[in-house]
């Protein structure tokens, strides 16, 4: 604990930002109640906190390497801010805040304290937005938010994301199951992070977070699974043969229809005939 | 003519009836659905109050919300986690309609349609529906007949009966019991994708092919879709 407040101290330094969504996000069914859905990711290494919202707390306690349940949170503007844990909001300075952050009504946001290139904390909001799939596809997306260089990233020892760089993201999309990836220098097969099995899940975005820092060797891998998106079989081709078909052809009724019919006029014809006779 | 004509009209209307009314009978049945016993409708999992308290009143857009979620988010450990074999299907039963067949692990072709085995004896799992007592539709599909073999694993499926009991073997060894509570047949356009959720109870869906056979296109013209629920 006590590493932890001296962590805490170093951060205090760190610039109140203003962030805007990339208001992408198009609308979908919460976008009728003015909420949105948000999730939040401690991406800071040594460091637990409180995360505030408009002054109020939000997340309490909030370990590094932990992802809040996604939480439906009344659109709007949001001023965010980072307390060490237990600190007084009132007298301390936060260790990171980022003032007019825009949750748009309908969106599904994640928003990430982590570290900057250099090394310094901030917060970045990214907007989920799953890609449209074809049955058994997947698609990985993977978020740099480490104190690192530019990466690449492999999976199953090719380069699928490349040229990869702190605050950016990357999706490709690949056929769902279990993949090994990891994290290399751009341009290079020097592993920064991993390998690990990553299972993508079917119909689903994955979200796959770089974060940490390179330079105090803790970088790590952090996952995130956003739903939706995903398509059923084109369709369940089972039979070949015509053996089941037991039904009677359509004809059979309409001959049916005609062979009455006659019948009937005939017997009518037959009455009157009867009848002049 | 004359004399022949009495007895025509009897031998017509006897042949009007027999072709009706064959034609009546041979057409397919509108299938049945049951209302599953409460028994049967697993309980959906349910999110944490925490996370699911919902705001109590939405702003306007421009103001800024004053009223975050007052309780405890839940928040887990977000380190990837290793991918955790669940047990799969390997075997379907269906004493009633003499089905004893083994399952494969499938999953689309590259049209896009699900990889029901070529072997009709065998019966798919569509590997990305639900896993057996997994929130959502087990998707188990079978031929009806193949031009190699004739008649298929679920040949008789179209003649399922509510309350018949299906029982699933799994690659641990165990086995889950199904009752089925619905039997329809669906234009193979329009096969509901719903039945591939992977939301709600957990349902178990046997799908074949049935209705009316194309010669030209040696197709069928609808799937026979069963549903049964766990007991």
Redesign the interface.
Known sequence: MRSTRARAAALLAAPVVGLSLPVAAAGTASAA???ATVS??HAVPGLTVDVY??A?E???D?EP???????????????LAVYPAGADPASTQPAISANGVQVP?GANVTVVAHLDAAGAPTLTPFVNTPADL???QAELTVRHVAAAPAVDVRAGGQPVLTGLTNPGEASVTVP?G?VSADVVLAGTTQVALGP????LE??AETI??AWGSAEAANL?????VVSGGG??????????????????P?W??G??????????L??L??RR?RAAA | M?RA??L??????L??????????Q???DDGFSVAPAPAAVAAPVL??G??AA??A???P??????????A????????????RPVPVPVRLRVADLGVDAPVDAV??DA????E?PADGDRVGW?R?SAAPGAPGGTVL???????AE???A??EL?AVEPGTVVEVVLDDGSTRAYAVVERRSHP??E?P?E??T?SGPSTLVL???????D?ET???AD?VVVRASPV
């Open positions: 109640t003015g909420s939040v990711l919202a408009n109020s939000l997340i309490p909030f390497g932990t992802l809040t349940d996604p939480q439906q949170l009344p659109a709007g503007s949001y001023d009504a074809a049955a058994g769902a279990t690990a099995d990553l299972s079917e119909g796959v977070y790590a891998l952090a996952t995130q398509s059923a079989p084109g369709g369940v081709p089972s039979g070949e043969a015509g053996l089941a078909d037991g039904g009677w359509a059979t009724a001959a049916g229809g005609l062979a009455l019919g006659g019948a009937a005939l017997a014809s037959v005939s | 004359r004509a009495p025509l009209a009897p031998a017509l209307a042949s009007g009836v027999a072709l009706l009314g064959g034609w009546w041979a057409r397919p999110a944490t925490a996370a919902p705001p009143a939405a702003p857009a421009a103001a800024a919300p004053t009223t975050p979620p007052a405890v988010v839940a928040r887990r450990d977000a380190a990837p986690v290793p991918p999953g689309v049209e896009g349609v699900l029901v569509y990305w599909a079978g031929h009806v007949d193949t031009l004739g008649p298929g679920l040949y179209a193979k356009s096969l994708a039945l591939f992977r799908v074949t092919c049935g209705g009316r056979f010669e040696r197709t069928y799937n």
